[in-house]
């Protein structure tokens, strides 16, 4: 357990600076391009992210959950990586030029041509970043995307400066893909892995038939929507949109920094040990419920000031967007855990049926109500959401048995923490009116965290004794004296 609770924090320590540096270009860049420009960069980004679950066929996650990996497993990993990567490259720059007339967005076909150098560098990337996540070698990885992120940032503000618009964000994330495949060429110096070879196909595509069809679907629920806008609004409605789902879910990514690096390794290693997985996922429930919540609680109720201070006031049409959004996150919880409890387990191969009963409800609701407008779309999320956090809930509960009571047990003290958080900023709203000024909502989130760190300690939520041991575990590793010693040593 202290092995993971290491792993845990050097993921999150790598994921939290690249929030911080990929928020920092965020408010520079909302300032610097138009939604226009954002929306042609989201369904670039959607089309690649469909292509990148196809790709799974070969992923990482079948190197993670092997039992035993031999040398030809990993080969064959990465030759089938590698096939499927070639052939979808090709497919994608042949069809940028229908994609571009159907969205009639005349700019996407450059954008889709010059973001495949990042997609080209995949086959590399992938196999030793999964063999290092196996090594639970997360501090490797974590400075890897540190690394990544300065450079894609870098170029991509240095280009919206100098007028390249839209583009900025493709050639950021082509030269910074091509910077993080070399840094793990050089971190992983076995370089015999990347021999082709098709021995252990039947392994591979085995798990891999199933992994992909997961990770298509799930990128369909997840791209298609920004699809769907484009083709029934315009590129200045997925702006707008991708803006409000990014502020929406940036608490869930900041609290599940570490989660989804370690959770699957993790999960793993104690099926492989023979353990059951019910008391940890529930505990797990429980840790993410008691910092999730209060944290979308508040952004909801200052939605209006986050809006104005990070995006600027030509966002301001995402507020209500982000308000809708981030009330249906609420009953998000289970999501982020079912994919890696389900491999754990070995029952990936019921993960597909399910995740086209996702998509089909999401896609299908989506559809129509985005006809009535870009508002209407948002509200779709509030039964969406809640369909597909209970489907997860029930799929996990098959495999991972255990009682809704005990469920139910486990959020209990998560509700009255996000309770207590919400009484100061509703106190505060109430004397002074929505929208909250700006030094108004400093003194709210105050408030929120005052009553949330008090919630904790009447409760005494599990979440604060973790919170007492990853500081402990931080200081014994002797990583803040290593970031220390690495600053002085910079001019």
Not at 322 to 336: D, H, K, N, Q, R
Not at 349 to 358: A, D, E, F, G, K
Not at 477 to 487: C, E
Request: hydrophobic fraction near 55%.
């Amino acid at each position: 357990m202290t092995g993971i609770r290491r792993a845990f924090l050097w993921a999150s320590i790598g994921r939290y600076l690249v929030m911080a540096i990929n928020l920092a270009a965020t408010l520079i860049l909302a300032r610097l391009l138009t939604p226009a420009d954002y929306g042609i960069s989201v369904l670039g980004a959607a089309v690649f992210a469909i292509a990148e679950a196809i790709r799974a066929l070969g992923g990482g996650a079948y190197l993670i959950q092997q039992k035993e990996l031999a040398p030809e497993n990993i080969r064959t990993s990465f030759t089938v990586s590698l096939l499927v990567t070639l052939v979808l490259t090709a497919a994608l720059v042949l069809s940028a030029g229908p994609l571009t007339r159907y969205f009639d967005t005349p700019d996407l076909a450059r954008y889709l041509q010059v973001s495949s150098f990042a997609y080209l560098t995949g086959p590399i990337v992938y196999p030793i970043s999964a063999l290092m996540s196996r090594q639970m070698a997360f501090g490797r990885i974590a400075l890897i995307g540190v690394v990544t992120a300065c450079l894609s940032a870098a170029v991509s503000l240095y280009l919206a400066v100098m007028g390249f618009g839209y583009m900025s964000f493709a050639w950021g994330t082509a030269i910074s893909a091509v910077g993080g495949m070399l840094l793990y060429l050089y971190s992983w110096r076995d370089w015999r892995i990347f021999r082709p070879i098709l021995r252990e196909w039947r392994s591979v595509i085995a798990f891999g038939a199933y992994d992909s069809a997961t990770a298509v679907l799930s990128q369909i629920g997840e791209s298609v929507p920004y699809l769907i806008l484009g083709r029934i609004l315009n590129a200045e409605a997925i702006g707008l949109g991708q803006r409000a789902v990014l502020l929406c879910l940036f608490p869930e990514r900041v609290i599940l920094a570490g989660v989804g690096a370690v959770a699957l390794p993790a999960f793993s290693q104690q099926v492989r040990d023979g353990k059951s997985l019910k008391d940890n996922y529930l505990r797990a429930i429980e840790l993410i419920t008691a910092a999730q919540w209060p944290a979308l609680i508040l952004l909801v109720l200052l939605a209006g000031p986050i809006v104005a201070l990070l995006l600027g006031p030509q966002w301001q049409d995402a507020v209500p967007l982000v308000e809708i959004i981030g009330t249906a996150l609420l009953f998000s919880f289970p999501i982020s855990l079912h994919y890696p409890t389900l491999v754990a387990v070995g029952a990936i191969r019921y993960l597909p049926p399910v995740v086209v009963v996702q998509a089909i409800v999401s896609i299908g609701l989506l559809s129509f109500l985005a006809r009535y407008g870009l508002q209407a779309a948002a509200l779709s999320t509030l039964l969406i959401v809640p369909f597909n956090g209970l489907l997860s809930l029930l799929l996990v509960r098959y495999f991972v048995v255990f009682r809704w009571a005990e469920l139910a047990a486990s959020m209990f003290r998560s509700v009255l923490c996000a309770a207590a958080s919400a009484v100061g900023p509703l106190s505060l709203m109430a004397l002074e009116g929505r929208p909250l000024s700006i030094w108004a909502s400093i003194v709210a989130v105050a408030l929120s965290t005052v009553g949330w760190v008090a919630g904790l300690w009447l409760t005494r939520h599990p979440l604060l004794h973790e919170a007492r041991r990853a500081g402990a575990a931080f200081r014994k590793s002797g990583i803040a004296v290593k970031l220390m010693r690495f600053a002085a040593r910079q001019p």
